[in-house]
């Protein structure tokens, strides 16, 4: 099973940038996934998730700026981030819990990508 995190760039102050995440491999079903963000020197942070039946959750920081989605039948996470402001510059991850036949749920983690917001 692999992640592939895409969509992170350049962008000023108060622009939007979407983040997609496709999960690919012998799937049988991905239940949470949501989306991390991690700045140099500090821990990653969760950013927004959303449970299989679109229950979504998001820190406080993000609340009414960024919205999560998801696509079930294309294992896929979105992250559509607006008024973007420079302290959201970080690398994001997205993450996963993939179910693979026979195996219990396991977490997977994407590659990063990197979102810069200039002032």
């Known amino acids: 099973v692999q992640l592939q995190a895409s969509g992170g760039g350049l962008v000023q102050a108060g622009g939007s940038l979407r983040l997609s995440c496709v999960a690919s491999?012998?799937?049988?079903?991905?239940?949470?996934m949501g989306w991390y963000r991690q700045t140099p020197g500090n821990k990653r942070e969760l950013v927004a998730s959303?449970?299989?039946?679109?229950?979504?959750n998001y820190s406080d920081s993000v609340k009414g700026r960024f919205t999560i989605s998801r696509d079930n039948a294309k294992h896929t996470v979105y992250l559509q981030m607006n008024s973007l402001a420079p302290e959201d510059t970080a690398v994001y991850y997205c993450?996963?819990?993939?179910?693979?036949?026979?195996?219990?749920?396991?977490?997977?983690w994407g590659q990063g990508t990197q979102v810069t917001v200039s002032s």
């Open positions: 491999g012998r799937i049988f079903a991905t239940n949470d």
């Open positions: 959303i449970t299989a039946g679109n229950i979504t």
């Open positions: 993450k996963a819990e993939v179910v693979v036949i026979p195996y219990p749920p396991i977490d997977y």
